[in-house]
């Protein structure tokens, strides 16, 4: 029999976090380096969250020798930086299978494991969820430990204050580990993050490190304990108490900043707190993408990555054709050029929204506001009541977040703030969190909203254009991904308000194909012309307000067909179906789009294809229809109606 031979010796004997308990300090130092040498290899391999995990690689080994998950519940904000956390609950062998189809996914699910307490992919909920396991724990006479682990960008989010509120002013014991490490995907920005680099600045160091043995000793019995502990661990004296005034003003005791890279810091220190009661927050100072020093010296590249050669680092690669995103950065920067009014927003995602050029070219006119895209939309409310035309950059999936806002702050009060979506459909990988597959029916609903999905790169351009020069709020949403085919991108035209465009004529059937689904719609009716089919294509180019007038001249053909990459559920095929109701025809209809679930992860081509959302998929729900629709014309006529 061959010896399974073992690529992570200390990684591999760690079935369970009980196999931590056991482990030596020496140990589990080499633990950490099995741990970040895996990471390296699977992330390199699967593409991911590379970064953000090699920051936490000892935080997560010391939060597992002192707490006892899945008794103790752990919650990682975002969770995007669970990887480690999967490594030692007894996912080792499956995490070469992380974010593929049907495989670990990217981020924690309490489907996947008793030890994701608490599923996420969006940021700021970690507290809150804690909270709530707190308050059923007490309520259930348990006595469980509950410790929410938020990262210094996520902690910008104003849920996670609105938790610290809700917590502190409640008592009840639960551990908040804030991980600073000084960067959300880009560099942290705001108040709070100016606030907490003063907090490991020299001057307050120093001060701390006079002060800190003094205060320390001072505090009855822990005190003593946590002095002397810090007496053993010399650099974690640096600041034991420091003016964490902001979080014990809140209610919460502050403990840190301690360095979140060594063991002996962080073990003593979590099991002191393992001892203590009420709500504590250790503020844990890291390194993203320690370890790896491409990633630490490029921790925006590393944050998320496509896979990669791990000696050479992140490739680019891809399509030779360019992204959604970066034409419309560029199309930001040359409208802003024109029109001194234009401003650009963004909630922490500059770079994925492809505003980061922009921030450079103009730096006076752009604004990060952090993980905050409920304050991101009243604020721009504010500037665009003022005269300003902001330009807010959100993707689909996280403009669920400012639902209210967009209601209550912009669209009611008619204010011309345009949305950009990005990520707009099934975005692949990520998986349900981050699939920006309910857009169209949200915003469906919000009266005066004009509503705008390209079918490609110069009409992105032209719908920003349109959108800048409408008196009234816009969202135009696009997919992740490249523009469809090869165009010259210039000038701007002005597409008129609610005007659709019959790319084909045809008189057996008509498709009606939104944004990412047009070239599939057009590649369809190419096909089913072969098979002597004639069918109408139509791109409404506005989901709101409809082109009526188009949706009534598909329905003469008799037999309609809608495409989206949006949730069926009142989106653009339930426009089609409401205006047709409204005109009192009834052509057959069918309508292709999401079903009523959570798609789960893969590669964005698979989950279309699965979805029949692809040129075969539309194709032979095309064929269907047509064969039906002989059928179909024989019993309307019995029925005495024509179409
Ligand atoms: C509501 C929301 N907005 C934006 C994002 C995109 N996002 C994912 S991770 C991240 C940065 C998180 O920074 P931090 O919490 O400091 O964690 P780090 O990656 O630095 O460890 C952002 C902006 C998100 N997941 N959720």
Not at 486 to 496: D, K, M, R, V, Y
Not at 505 to 519: E, R
Not at 585 to 591: D, H, I, K, L, W
Not at 596 to 623: S, V
């Amino acid at each position: 029999m061959r010896k399974k031979i073992h690529r992570y010796p200390l990684l591999d004997a760690i079935h369970s976090p009980a196999d931590l308990k056991t482990m030596s300090r020496k140990e589990m130092v080499g633990l950490c380096a099995d741990i970040r040498e895996c990471l390296i290899d699977v992330v390199s391999t699967t593409g991911g969250h590379l970064a953000p995990n090699l920051g936490v690689v000892e935080l997560t080994v010391a939060l597992h020798h002192v707490f006892d998950s899945p008794t103790d519940k752990m919650i990682w904000d975002v969770s995007h930086q669970s990887y480690v956390h999967k490594l030692l609950t007894g996912r080792r062998d499956r995490i070469h299978t992380l974010r593929q189809s049907a495989g670990l996914s990217g981020f924690q699910k309490r489907t996947e494991s008793e030890h994701d307490a608490f599923g996420a992919g969006h940021a700021g909920t970690s507290i809150s969820a804690a909270v709530g396991m707190a308050v059923a724990r007490d309520m259930n006479g348990a006595d469980n430990h509950v410790v929410a682990v938020i990262g210094d960008g996520s902690m910008t989010a104003g849920m996670a204050f609105e938790a610290l509120n809700h917590a502190g002013g409640m008592k009840r014991n639960l551990l908040v580990v804030l991980n600073d490490n000084e960067m959300s995907i880009s560099p942290n920005v705001g108040a709070l993050s100016a606030y907490l680099s003063r907090t490991l600045s020299g001057d307050l160091y120093s001060w701390v490190r006079e002060e800190t043995e003094q205060i320390l000793s001072h505090i009855p019995r822990v005190g003593r304990r946590m002095a002397q502990m810090a007496r053993k661990a010399e650099e974690a004296v640096k600041g034991f108490i420091t003016p964490g005034v902001v979080f014990e003003e809140l209610g919460f005791r502050y403990l840190g900043p301690i360095d979140g890279h060594n063991l002996d810091h962080l073990i003593p220190v979590l099991q002191n707190i393992h001892r203590l009661k009420g709500p504590t927050l250790l503020h844990v100072v890291t390194k993203k993408g320690k370890g790896y020093p491409l990633a630490e010296d490029n921790p925006v590249s590393y944050h998320g990555t496509p896979k990669f050669d791990k000696t050479v680092g992140v490739l680019g690669g891809g399509s030779s054709l360019p992204a959604y995103t970066k034409v419309f950065g560029d199309a930001l920067i040359e409208l802003a050029n024109i029109d001194p009014r234009v401003v650009a927003i963004t909630a922490a995602m500059p770079t994925g929204t492809g505003t980061h050029t922009f921030a450079e070219k103009f730096p006076e006119r752009f604004f990060d506001v952090g993980i905050a895209e409920q304050h991101a939309i009243t604020f721009a409310a504010g500037l665009a009541a003022e005269g300003k035309r902001p330009v807010t950059a959100i993707y689909s999936t996280f403009m669920q977040r400012g639902y209210d806002q967009l209601i209550h702050d912009v669209a009611l009060q008619h204010l011309p703030v345009v949305f950009a979506m990005d990520r707009a459909g099934l975005v692949g990988d990520d998986g349900p969190t981050h699939h920006g597959t309910f857009d169209l029916s949200f915003l469906r609903a919000v009266p005066g909203l004009v509503i705008m999905a390209p079918r490609n790169g110069q009409m992105l351009r032209d719908m920003l254009f349109t959108g800048l020069e409408l008196d009234a709020p816009c969202a135009l949403r696009y997919p992740r991904g490249s523009i469809p085919c090869a165009e010259p991108l210039q000038g701007f035209s002005l597409i008129p308000v609610g005007s659709a465009e019959t790319l084909q004529a045809g008189s057996d059937m008509a498709i009606l194909a939104v944004g990412s689904m047009v070239t599939p719609a057009l590649e369809a009716a190419r096909l089913l012309a072969q098979e002597g089919f004639s069918v109408r294509v139509v791109d409404p180019r506005f989901i709101k307000p409809l082109d009526e007038e188009a949706m009534l001249a598909a329905a003469d053909t008799g037999t309609v067909l809608t495409v989206e990459e949006n949730a069926l559920a009142g989106g653009f095929g339930s426009a089609v179906l409401e205006c047709f109701e409204r005109h009192g025809v009834t052509p057959r209809v069918r309508r292709m789009g999401i079903p009523d679930r959570f798609i789960e992860q893969g590669p964005q081509d698979h989950l279309r294809a699965e979805l029949g959302l692809c040129t075969e998929g539309i194709a032979d729900t095309a064929r269907l229809l047509l064969a039906g629709r002989t059928r179909h014309k024989v019993l309307r006529a019995a029925a005495g109606r024509t179409s």
